[in-house]
T-cell receptor, first 115, second 114 residues
Framework: DSGVTQTPKHLITATGQRVTLRCSPR?????VYWYQQSLDQGLQFLIQ???????AKGNILERFSAQQFPDLHSELNLSSLELGDSALYFC??????????????FGPGTRLLVL | AQSVAQPEDQVNVAEGNPLTVKCTYS??????LFWYVQYPNRGLQFLLK??????LVKGSYGFEAEFNKSQTSFHLKKPSALVSDSALYFC????????????FGTGTRLKVLA
């Protein structure tokens, strides 16, 4: 158990809908990262937050947004869902931002199925 | 563009034999290097990392990795494979300048045969 929690574990929804994925980092971790893992594209970095501020952006669609709250939990919002958004969504956390001791610890993931 | 390559989609090895999972990278400077393992229906678990120093890094579950700067490689190794090592292995690189983004390889599926 990494100490990173994600809810829900599974989510089934329809095209055009909006969903929110939640992540709680390990105790003491200030950075939260979101990744999408699909069969054909591997693990894709979406976005990183550090202490409430966006710090790095990857291949995140405009239909997707995220935020990190004062209690450091993070939410990833996916809207106008398409079939191709079906994937595993992982959250990871690390203590800080850029130091050599930084290691990401991953949550168990949320499996999203868009029908 | 910065990238990480895991040239083998799958590696098969007999139980008890040594295993190697390959990773090469194209990232400027002196990046930090990581290996993660993913078991079915689970998140990625951290195995080991290289920051600086000794080129041979030891990690969890008997795994180690060898850093080679001239070949920009960071191959994962284990002297004696177990059936329970069967999983998906990811190499990741974190540049040390310009970006905080981690770059992951596409993953290598390791199958250890009894």
């Amino acid at each position: 158990d990494s100490g990173v929690t994600q809810t829900p574990k599974h989510l089934i929804t329809a095209t055009g809908q909006r969903v929110t994925l939640r992540c709680s980092p390990r105790s003491g971790d200030l950075s939260v990262y979101w990744y999408q893992q699909s069969l054909d594209q591997g693990l894709q970095f979406l976005i990183q937050y550090y202490n409430g501020e966006e710090r790095a952006k990857g291949n995140i669609l405009e239909r997707f947004s995220a935020q990190q709250f004062p209690d450091l939990h993070s939410e990833l919002n996916l809207s106008s869902l398409e079939l191709g958004d079906s994937a595993l969504y992982f959250c990871a956390s690390s203590v800080g931002l850029a130091g050599p001791q930084e290691t990401q610890y991953f949550g168990p993931g949320t499996r999203l199925l868009v029908l | 563009a910065q990238s990480v390559a895991q040239p083998e989609d799958q590696v098969n090895v007999a139980e008890g034999n040594p295993l190697t999972v390959k990773c090469t990278y194209s990232v400027s400077g002196n990046p930090y290097l990581f290996w993660y393992v993913q078991y079915p229906n689970r998140g990625l678990q951290f195995l080991l990392k290289y920051i600086t120093g000794d080129n041979l890094v030891k990690g969890s579950y008997g795994f180690e990795a060898e850093f080679n700067k001239s070949q920009t490689s960071f191959h994962l190794k284990k002297p004696s494979a177990l059936v329970s090592d069967s999983a998906l292995y990811f190499c990741a690189v974190r540049p040390t300048s310009g970006t905080y983004k981690y770059i992951f390889g596409t993953g290598t599926r390791l199958k250890v045969l009894a």
